[in-house]
């Protein structure tokens, strides 16, 4: 994973702002299930090159700090602070390594623990995200290869920029393929398939309380802009899913 986010951290950067799905939708969502941060730390694991670290700290969080295993996204990232200085602490790391820096308010995990490729490994990203909170604290996640919608296998998807194939029949473990794409850059990914079941034991092994989860929803912005109709069939079945659980 690292060297593969390396290799197209730019191009990420291009694609995740300018698709229109990850704006409305994408952004959307996650940023609501966040809620207030006003004067919170949160921790932003898998920040990638900073989107949300940055748009967290905009909207009055008063420390943020940000981890994520490639070089390439953190120095994007980095570059990002030091252009328009926010006070954002970045940390190259895995963060199944990264073991105890702090006790935050809120964790964030866009997109992180669709990587784990045991579920062992889930297991000890959910530690991390447990660790570092403080009692109460919040953490909020969105998952690609969803298991609550099975990852569609056709060209419905490719107005909103992206395509995804998986195997037939998707078992726990298998990858999930996403191409993502805009008029000038494209990317591919692969993210791990694992059940409602699976995550639930993770976090609750953890440590966390119960899950709760969330379907994607859209922007009224989005909705104005497109129409009901361009939405339906992602709403119908949707890429990514987000989830929140606290810790007891």
Partial sequence: MPTAYDDI????QVVHGELTVKKH????????LLGDVQGKTVLDLACGEGRFSRTIKRQGA???VGVDISAGMIELARQAEKQRPLGISYIHSDVAALGTIGSFDMVSAAFLFNYAASKEALLALCRTAYN???????LV????ATPLFPPRNDQATRK??????SPSPL??????????FTGS???RLFNVHWSRATYEWALREAGFGACRWQSPTVSQQGLEQHGDEFWRDFLREPNFICLGACRT
């Fill in 9 to 12: 951290s730019l191009a990420y």
């Fill in 62 to 64: 008063r420390q943020v």
């Fill in 160 to 165: 909103y920029g992206y395509l995804v194939h």
């Fill in 141 to 144: 996640a969105s998952i690609n």
């Fill in 132 to 138: 570092n909170l403080k009692a109460g604290g919040q």
């Fill in 171 to 180: 078992h726990e473990g298998d990858a999930v393929e996403y191409a993502f």
């Fill in 185 to 187: 850059h494209a990317i």
């Fill in 25 to 32: 939708a994408e952004e959307f969502t996650y940023l609501n």
